[in-house]
């Protein structure tokens, strides 16, 4: 529920906090004293349009911050979890959202003390308050919304949440279905370029890492002239007759044979040079090996350098790198075998799309079938809560008709609609078509009445809806509004001494003019105070004694 609103400078309003309780909360004053003013500031906190004429005149900006106190498993935490805000934040159920407005516009938001967008301060805005007034687009006069709310009505959310999974699941196979048909059509259409391109492929045999070892193989042919002099040369300096395998081996005979007489001093010098001889060894072996592994074909490097560029010319001609060309010509097989098997999987994916479509199917037609049951019984809860509202005589249908095929959802295979017809023998029509917005206001009250254990949302606005009614059918307008408050919190701005008559608390919005300077402000009413308003309610500018006792009467119940 809103527990509390703070209101800086917006329009009349210099500053003002408000707290809420449960129950039926009424809003009173004059016209003008401000009242949509407070409303405008509420839609503002909760992701309305925000407008620099809200900001009072001489003030930099205007700034509204509503307080909730939430269950632990409201829908507005899950947004919260989903945006990766505030995750624990719904430890002791406690939301507060604050937004401002400069005087060039400019607006920001906040939830919890994070900064966020408008967008997702209206998503979080539609789980906490609904509003409702006599030319409301949205909520229960949306179409749109009609389907959930008969499924919350009749605790079909888990079925509905089964229809959905099947059907996304009859999609992805269908999905499947036209992907493969595409791919199959668009390898058809390039058949034969594939088979040409896959056996020159083919032909050309590339291997990844290829054209590395090509380009390391060309660079050694290019300088093998000079490559093999400089190994001859290196030959020659390290053996014949003055090379270094002769020369250790001379000098390690010599110091042999005078080992004895050095005393073991000679013996780590003789086995340095037995390494040093062994490694010239192996150094003078690898230098023949490499030497005799440079290939003088003359023919080598021209081979060598037409197959580089082949494997380059192809993979130019693909659009791949060289390294590619392999990975291209299994993925054209592939393609090639698509075709080849192309009857066996659409065939295949038909099937499954069948049986799918089937599951999909049987799943919603049990949903259908609730729904139509649930949707008698909604109207005769209705029928109920009219009658007290001085509407028996009109009548509220929900209609669940089929959808085509095509307009086949997540949501099922029906469309639901709220429909009403206020006088007898006159065809029923759609609720924001056909009533007044006397009798629109008494259609939405019987039918929150109805849903009210239903919502998620534990916070309703009524904007007047008492226009154009008064009397018994006001008094009885304000009964049904008491006894939704006794469901959820419940504000209502009204003109109908019946209607404020039924408050639990009684709020009273009045101007206040200092000098020049006129400002708007709330104080809560309780007894004489109550008792003078709703006098003045009844009256008009000169409360009378009868006024007085009226109201009594009317704040005792028995108006």
């Not at 009173?28 to 349009?49: N, W």
């Not at 938001?109 to 687009?137: I, M, R, S």
Request: hydrophobic residues 45%; proline residues 2%.
């Amino acid at each position: 529920m809103l527990a509390s609103l703070t209101i800086r400078d917006v329009v009349l309003i210099e500053k003002l906090v408000l707290s809420f309780r449960r129950g039926l909360c009424v809003l009173t004053g004059e016209t003008g004293a401000g009242k949509s003013i407070l409303l405008d500031a509420l839609g503002l906190a909760l992701g309305a349009r925000a407008e620099s004429g809200l900001v009072r005149h001489g003030a930099d900006q205007a700034a509204v911050t509503a307080e909730f106190e939430l269950s632990g498993d409201h829908p507005a935490f899950a947004i919260l979890k989903e945006q990766g805000l505030d995750a624990d934040a719904n430890a002791d159920g406690r939301l507060v959202v604050r937004r401002t407005v400069s005087a060039d516009g400019r607006s920001r938001a906040w939830v919890n003390d994070q900064a966020v967008g408008v967008t997702l301060l209206k998503k979080l805005g539609e789980e906490l308050v609904e509003v409702h007034g006599q030319f409301d687009t949205h909520g229960l006069l949306n179409p749109q919304t009609h389907r959930g709310v008969l499924d919350a009505y009749a605790g079909l959310s888990a079925r509905a949440a089964q229809v959905a999974a099947a059907h996304r699941a009859w999609r992805q196979v269908e999905d499947a279905r036209h992907t493969a048909a595409a791919d199959i059509a668009r390898a058809r259409s390039e058949e034969e370029y594939l088979r040409h391109a896959v056996a020159e492929l083919d032909a050309l045999a590339p291997r990844a890492g290829e054209e590395a070892e090509l380009a390391e193989s060309r660079a050694v042919l290019m300088h093998r002239e000079k490559l093999v002099d400089g190994l001859n040369a290196a030959f020659a300096d390290l053996s014949g007759d003055r090379g270094v395998e002769r020369a250790l081996a001379s000098a390690i005979r010599t110091l042999s044979r005078l080992a004895d007489k050095a005393g073991g001093a000679l013996d780590p010098v003789i086995a340095a040079l037995d390494r040093a001889a062994t490694e010239a060894a192996d150094g003078i072996a690898g230098l023949q090996a490499v030497s005799s592994g440079v290939d003088m074909d003359p023919s080598a490097l021209e081979k060598l350098e037409d197959r580089l560029f082949a494997l380059r010319a192809a993979a130019r001609k693909h659009g791949v790198a060289v390294d590619a060309l392999a990975a291209l010509r299994e993925e054209m097989a592939g393609r090639l075998l698509l075709i080849e098997d192309q009857g066996d999987l659409l065939t295949r994916l038909a099937k499954e799309a069948a049986v799918a479509r089937s599951a999909y199917h049987s799943a919603a037609e049990a949903l259908s079938a609730e729904r139509r049951a649930a949707s008698g019984r909604l109207d005769a809860a209705v029928a109920v809560e009219l009658a007290p509202l001085k509407m028996d005589k009109a009548k509220f249908r929900t209609l669940v008709e089929p959808l085509d095929e095509a307009e086949w959802s997540a949501a099922g295979i029906n469309r639901v609609a709220f429909q009403v017809a206020t006088n007898p023998g006159s065809p029923p029509g759609a609720l924001n078509k056909i009533a007044s917005g006397g009798e629109l206001a008494r259609f939405m009250l019987a039918l929150k009445v109805v849903l009210a254990q239903t919502s998620t949302v534990g916070t309703l606005v009524f904007d007047e809806v008492d226009t154009g009614i008064g009397g018994a059918v006001a008094a009885a307008v304000g009964d049904r509004l008491a006894v939704l408050g006794q469901s959820l919190q419940v504000l209502v701005v009204t003109h109908s001494p019946q209607v404020a008559a039924r408050g639990a608390v009684h709020l009273k919005v009045q101007k206040t003019q200092t000098g020049e300077q006129v400002t708007t402000g709330v104080a809560e009413l309780d007894g004489d105070e109550r008792r003078e308003e709703i006098a003045r309610m009844l009256s008009g500018a000169t409360v009378t004694a009868e006024a007085r006792a009226a109201a009594e009467s009317l704040i005792a119940g028995r108006g």
